[in-house]
Protein backbone atom coordinates (compact mmCIF):
# COMPACT_ATOMS: atom_id res chain seq x y z
CA UNK A 1 0.00 0.00 0.00
CA UNK A 2 1.17 3.41 -0.74
CA UNK A 3 0.10 7.00 0.82
CA UNK A 4 1.28 9.89 -1.65
CA UNK A 5 0.14 13.30 -0.76
CA UNK A 6 0.93 16.69 -2.58
CA UNK A 7 -0.21 20.53 -2.46
CA UNK A 8 -0.11 22.68 -5.42
CA UNK A 9 -0.82 26.23 -6.37
CA UNK A 10 -3.19 26.19 -9.56
CA UNK A 11 -2.26 29.78 -11.32
CA UNK A 12 -5.60 32.53 -11.13
CA UNK A 13 -8.48 32.90 -13.41
CA UNK A 14 -11.20 34.47 -14.20
CA UNK A 15 -14.59 33.72 -12.75
CA UNK A 16 -15.82 30.19 -14.20
CA UNK A 17 -15.53 26.92 -14.71
CA UNK A 18 -11.88 25.38 -15.99
CA UNK A 19 -10.67 22.18 -16.75
CA UNK A 20 -7.19 21.20 -14.26
CA UNK A 21 -7.09 17.57 -15.06
CA UNK A 22 -3.84 16.82 -16.41
CA UNK A 23 -2.55 19.95 -13.85
CA UNK A 24 -3.24 17.73 -11.27
CA UNK A 25 -2.56 14.27 -12.73
CA UNK A 26 0.78 15.47 -13.41
CA UNK A 27 1.69 16.33 -9.46
CA UNK A 28 1.39 13.08 -9.30
CA UNK A 29 2.96 10.85 -11.70
CA UNK A 30 3.11 8.04 -8.96
CA UNK A 31 -0.70 7.20 -10.18
CA UNK A 32 0.81 5.23 -13.18
CA UNK A 33 2.18 2.52 -10.29
CA UNK A 34 -1.01 2.17 -8.82
CA UNK A 35 -3.13 -1.30 -9.55
CA UNK A 36 -6.23 0.24 -7.78
CA UNK A 37 -6.97 2.70 -5.73
CA UNK A 38 -8.48 6.57 -4.74
CA UNK A 39 -7.38 9.69 -5.31
CA UNK A 40 -8.74 12.67 -3.54
CA UNK A 41 -8.66 16.40 -4.30
CA UNK A 42 -9.02 19.24 -2.22
CA UNK A 43 -9.09 22.55 -2.30
CA UNK A 44 -7.98 24.88 0.64
CA UNK A 45 -10.75 27.94 -0.20
CA UNK A 46 -14.11 28.79 0.46
CA UNK A 47 -14.91 30.90 -2.61
CA UNK A 48 -13.92 28.37 -4.93
CA UNK A 49 -15.18 24.79 -5.81
CA UNK A 50 -13.80 21.46 -7.39
CA UNK A 51 -16.55 19.47 -9.68
CA UNK A 52 -16.07 16.43 -12.58
CA UNK A 53 -18.39 17.44 -15.19
CA UNK A 54 -17.80 17.39 -19.48
CA UNK A 55 -14.73 17.64 -20.34
CA UNK A 56 -15.52 17.57 -24.75
CA UNK A 57 -17.91 20.61 -25.31
CA UNK A 58 -16.30 24.18 -24.58
CA UNK A 59 -19.78 25.12 -24.18
CA UNK A 60 -20.31 23.11 -20.88
CA UNK A 61 -18.48 25.50 -19.44
CA UNK A 62 -19.91 28.48 -20.35
CA UNK A 63 -23.39 27.29 -19.40
CA UNK A 64 -22.48 26.26 -16.07
CA UNK A 65 -20.92 29.60 -15.10
CA UNK A 66 -24.35 31.29 -16.79
CA UNK A 67 -26.30 28.66 -14.47
CA UNK A 68 -24.49 29.63 -11.25
CA UNK A 69 -24.68 32.90 -11.68
CA UNK A 70 -28.60 32.90 -11.77
CA UNK A 71 -28.31 30.51 -8.83
CA UNK A 72 -26.65 33.21 -6.46
CA UNK A 73 -26.03 36.14 -8.13
CA UNK A 74 -24.45 39.65 -6.85
CA UNK A 75 -27.77 41.25 -6.77
CA UNK A 76 -29.11 39.39 -3.87
CA UNK A 77 -28.90 41.62 -0.33
CA UNK A 78 -26.19 39.43 1.30
CA UNK A 79 -25.60 40.95 4.73
CA UNK A 80 -21.34 39.44 4.55
CA UNK A 81 -20.14 42.56 1.77
CA UNK A 82 -16.94 43.72 3.39
CA UNK A 83 -14.82 41.52 0.69
CA UNK A 84 -17.04 42.85 -2.46
CA UNK A 85 -19.97 42.41 -3.72
CA UNK A 86 -18.62 38.50 -5.42
CA UNK A 87 -17.29 37.05 -2.37
CA UNK A 88 -20.79 36.00 -0.99
CA UNK A 89 -22.14 34.92 -3.49
CA UNK A 90 -18.72 32.41 -4.37
CA UNK A 91 -19.23 31.18 -1.03
CA UNK A 92 -22.89 30.06 -2.06
CA UNK A 93 -21.86 27.98 -5.10
CA UNK A 94 -18.95 26.68 -3.47
CA UNK A 95 -21.57 25.56 -0.74
CA UNK A 96 -23.27 23.67 -3.75
CA UNK A 97 -20.59 22.20 -5.29
CA UNK A 98 -18.21 21.25 -2.96
CA UNK A 99 -14.62 21.60 -1.27
CA UNK A 100 -13.25 17.81 -2.58
CA UNK A 101 -13.66 15.20 -4.88
CA UNK A 102 -12.81 11.56 -5.14
CA UNK A 103 -11.75 9.49 -8.19
CA UNK A 104 -10.98 5.43 -8.39
CA UNK A 105 -7.57 4.36 -9.87
CA UNK A 106 -7.51 1.41 -11.71
CA UNK A 107 -4.47 0.33 -13.07
CA UNK A 108 -2.49 3.47 -13.18
CA UNK A 109 -5.25 5.89 -14.31
CA UNK A 110 -8.16 7.66 -12.68
CA UNK A 111 -11.41 5.84 -13.68
CA UNK A 112 -12.96 9.05 -15.26
CA UNK A 113 -15.84 8.33 -17.77
CA UNK A 114 -14.22 9.10 -21.69
CA UNK A 115 -16.00 13.01 -21.29
CA UNK A 116 -15.32 13.39 -17.67
CA UNK A 117 -12.61 16.05 -16.76
CA UNK A 118 -11.91 17.98 -13.27
CA UNK A 119 -13.11 21.55 -13.15
CA UNK A 120 -11.84 24.35 -10.57
CA UNK A 121 -14.70 26.07 -10.19
CA UNK A 122 -13.62 29.63 -9.59
CA UNK A 123 -16.47 31.75 -8.73
CA UNK A 124 -15.07 35.29 -7.82
CA UNK A 125 -14.44 37.56 -10.30
CA UNK A 126 -10.52 37.06 -9.45
CA UNK A 127 -9.84 35.08 -7.09
CA UNK A 128 -5.72 34.71 -7.20
CA UNK A 129 -3.86 31.48 -7.19
CA UNK A 130 -5.52 27.95 -5.64
CA UNK A 131 -4.39 25.77 -3.58
CA UNK A 132 -5.14 22.25 -3.87
CA UNK A 133 -4.01 19.13 -2.01
CA UNK A 134 -4.02 15.84 -4.01
CA UNK A 135 -3.81 12.31 -1.92
CA UNK A 136 -3.58 8.84 -3.33
CA UNK A 137 -3.71 5.81 -2.07
CA UNK A 138 -3.62 2.42 -3.09
CA UNK A 139 -1.76 -0.78 -4.06
CA UNK A 140 0.73 -1.33 -6.38
Not at 101 to 115: A, M, N, Q
Not at 117 to 125: Q, T
Request: proline share 8%; net charge negative; aromatic share 4%.
Amino acid sequence: MAWIQREIELRPRRRGFHLVTTEVLEAVPEIAGLRVGLMHIFIRHTSASLSINENADPDVPVDLEMAFHRIAPETLPYVHTCEGPDDMPAHVKASLLGSSVSLPIRDGRPCLGTWQGIYLCEHRLSGGPRRVVITIHGET
